[in-house]
């Protein structure tokens, strides 16, 4: 037996039964016109949330629970969701081509990623999202922390040119932080899907996903801007409910607002592993 028969970072060697009409995964993605952000909201609520939308909300049902539960517990909420999250990912995208193949959904669908030969492949991924986590933090506060710091254990007064010193750093850090969100955003996004669905390396999926999203950059672009329109739709929607009905009675307004939020956020993993399955077989698939 050799040393990397022991590795449960490695790659599974053997051969992978990719999903049954899957497709086979592009060498280089391709690049899609920049509408086709739109095509995969509206795929991803017509074709895959909608047909089977009761099962959808039992999953974010229990999803919402597990969360909850796991941020509760000190320390662990700062490590165990992040790790999870990229085998919950992988196990809805499983759940998303089930209802695109036809078939029926089940709520054990979520832990599905647990059972893949290359769960060890998606245990890797979330720990490599914890490591880039901990550096970003790290570049953040050496960029402002150690001046902060020294300001909050002087004790003395606070030294004005400290103080604009500090403001023009946090001004600075506010459109570099927005880059590195999107470039996060852009990693981030489909290599739980790429690892589930084709049982490449997390290295792999990590590289491709990237090259995918930045290569589409303008339909991700359009994808979420759509998303907050249709997030701010939403709020004044909800909003203007809530004024009328609040006029009325508060409690009625209490309970509309529990009524109609509820089932939106327990919508909110299918829609979310809809719109990213499309988005995903129209770049590294082409069959959209």
């Known amino acids: 037996m050799n040393e990397q028969d022991n ?6 060697e053997a051969d992978i039964q990719t999903p049954e009409n899957e497709g086979e995964l ?4 391709n690049t899609v016109p920049i509408g086709r952000g739109f095509t ?4 991803g609520i017509s ?10 909300m039992l999953i974010g049902l229990v999803y919402v629970i597990i969360s909850l539960v796991l941020n509760f517990i000190p320390i662990i909420n ?3 969701p992040t790790l999870l999250a990229p085998v919950f990912a992988a196990g809805l995208a499983l759940g998303a081509h089930r209802v695109y193949t036809g078939e029926k959904l089940e709520i054990g669908q979520l832990f599905a990623g647990f059972s893949l030969p290359q769960s060890s492949q998606l245990f890797l991924f979330g720990l490599i999202t914890i490591v880039v986590y901990i550096a970003l933090f790290m570049l953040m506060f050496a960029f402002v922390g150690f ?9 003395d007064d606070p030294d004005p040119a400290v103080i604009s010193s500090m403001m023009g750093k946090f001004i600075l850090l506010i459109p570099l932080g927005l880059i590195a969100g999107v470039i996060f955003l852009l990693a981030l996004w489909f290599p739980p899907t790429l690892i589930g669905l084709h049982g490449i390396s997390a290295m792999q ?5 990237f090259k995918g999203a930045t290569k589409n950059i303008g339909a991700v672009v359009v994808f979420l801007l759509m998303l907050i329109v249709l997030g701010i739709a939403v709020g004044i929607i909800f909003a203007l409910l809530m004024g009328i009905i609040g006029f009325i009675s508060q409690t009625m307004a209490l309970v509309l607002m529990f009524i109609i939020m509820i089932p939106l956020a327990l919508l909110a993993v299918g829609f979310w592993a809809g ?3 499309h988005a995903y077989r129209d770049i590294f698939i082409g069959e959209e």
């Open 26 to 29: 592009l060498a280089t993605p």
């Open 275 to 277: 719109t990213t399955y």
């Open 47 to 56: 074709n895959t949330l909608k047909p089977q939308i009761g099962m959808w």
């Open 78 to 80: 700062m490590i165990v």
């Open 205 to 209: 999926a990590l590289k491709l996903g």
């Open 40 to 43: 995969w909201l509206e795929k």
């Open 7 to 12: 590795n449960p970072y490695q790659a599974p």
């Open 147 to 155: 001046d902060f710091i020294t300001l909050m254990m002087s004790g």
